[in-house]
């Protein structure tokens, strides 16, 4: 088979979450073991760390990484879901997965597939560990699909596991209380292992502390010993370039003028439990120096690859991509806005059908003009249905359809000094062409 071949038959013949939903999610670690052990347990043969959380895991994961790589360490990393390509899923030092060895690792075990028959998460997931196995990684850092405790990914020991943030999303898997979705989370705290948790939040400290305890694995709250802030004079950042940040320890200045190549206020959020995570890795043995830390950190989309974090896509008027999709993203996201200068906000807005869309929708501004869009997946909630619940809302657009369509008409409503922002969900945001530029 062709590449494209070989991902029309993955996507036929193996449920996948990105696209159908729930449909696609299954409980259990059973078929990825099977898959593990049928594949020699590749994911015992390099070592890794692990990412959770409702947030900023995919930001975590990847500055985890680039730190790593900068450092000097042959780096595997493991994300979901992909914006464009399949391959954007697994990376190593910041290389894709090459096409022609998914059509051939497809090829070599069609057989598997037809006896376990795997969602095709779980697929991704052996895919992963058998190709960074196989490429001898020095380190994986490995981002959580969904949930925790029961994530495809979570047959790995890790050498530390970081849990970055505890909010709302996917309630019909994981629950319906913070409390509920944090014990998902913490599921991936393993025997020994120590676990950072990037901040305290005070409805579900107990959870991580009562799991830690069980499990005997030391446990910080990255938020207690690391403090990040924006650099003395340091505009917002909601323009070009980089944000410069500094960093206090226990307290005291320990970094000052970090330069931060990610965007968006809440990578403030992440930043303590990246590095936090990072102090327990050089404690096991790995030589992280100061310089590597700042260019990890200053070239993590360069070195990775990672799109759609508060992405610049155009100034005059400015055009900003994000993927933040649940409440407490948006809500970051749209503070964000606020501070940006504007005369008028212009909202390409599109969202998935098993999502609590009235509460996403009760966040967002008035005074906005919207924009109604549909990602191309089954999963996308029809821009019409979208558009009258905004309504309901007391918001006010159009409903334009296609991505493309509604990104091309915000634009040319845009003047100079308003702001474009388009979002809402992820599938929305992997449309925007300028991404791939």
């Excluded at 996917?170 to 014990?183: F, K, R």
């Excluded at 040319?412 to 308003?418: E, L, Q, S, T, V």
Aim: with cysteine; proline share 5%; aromatic share 8%.
């Amino acid at each position: 088979m062709t590449y494209q071949e070989t991902l029309t038959w993955l996507y036929a013949q193996l449920p996948m979450y990105q696209r159908v939903g729930a449909a696609g999610f299954k409980k259990g670690l059973g078929n990825t073991e099977a898959l593990a052990a049928a594949l020699g347990h590749p994911e015992a043969k390099f070592r890794s760390v692990h990412v959770a959380g409702t947030n900023g895991k995919g930001s975590s994961s990847h500055m985890l990484a680039a730190v790593l790589q900068s450092a000097g360490y042959k780096v595997g990393l493991y994300t979901s879901p992909h914006l464009r390509e399949f391959t954007e899923r697994i990376r190593i030092n910041g290389q894709e997965l090459a096409p022609d060895y998914l059509v051939s690792w497809v090829e070599n075990h069609r057989h598997l597939f037809d006896e376990i028959q795997p969602s095709f998460f779980e697929m991704c997931v052996a895919l992963a560990f058998d190709y960074f196995a196989a490429e001898q990684v020095d380190v994986a850092v490995v981002e959580v699909g969904l949930g925790g405790r029961l994530d495809s990914t979570n047959i790995i020991t890790p050498l530390v596991s970081l849990i970055t943030n505890i909010s709302y999303d996917h309630q019909a898997m994981l629950g319906n209380t913070l409390p509920e979705i944090a014990g998902e989370k913490a599921g991936i705290i393993k025997p020994g292992r120590p676990v950072v948790v990037s901040q305290s939040q005070p409805e579900v400290k107990a959870v991580f502390e009562q799991k830690a305890q069980q499990e005997g694995s030391p446990l910080l709250f990255a938020d207690t010993r690391y403090a990040v802030q924006l650099a003395a004079g340091e505009a917002p950042a909601a323009s070009l370039g980089m944000q410069l940040v500094d960093v206090l320890r226990d307290g005291q200045p320990y970094l000052q003028n970090v330069a931060l190549g990610l965007l968006g206020d809440y990578q403030r959020l992440n930043l303590p439990g990246v590095l936090a995570a990072l102090d327990e890795l050089r404690m096991q043995g790995y030589t992280i120096t100061e310089d590597a830390l700042r260019q990890g950190l200053r070239e993590v989309t360069r070195l990775t690859g990672l799109r759609g974090r508060w992405s610049i896509l155009g100034q005059r008027p400015l055009v900003v991509a994000d993927t933040g999709h649940n409440e407490a993203g948006l809500q970051l996201v749209l503070a964000q806005l606020g501070r940006v200068p504007h005369q008028r906000l212009h909202l390409v807005i599109g969202t998935v059908n098993d999502k609590d869309v009235t509460k996403v929708l009760a966040l967002l501004p008035r005074e906005a003009t919207y924009y109604f869009c549909q990602a191309d997946i089954p999963r996308a909630l029809p821009a019409a249905e979208l558009a009258a619940l905004a309504q309901a809302a007391g918001l006010t657009g159009q409903t334009y359809g296609p991505v493309p369509a509604a990104v091309a008409a915000a634009r040319a409503a845009a003047g100079p000094d308003d702001v474009v922002f388009i979002g809402g969900s992820t599938f929305v945001v992997a449309e925007v062409a300028e991404l791939y530029e």
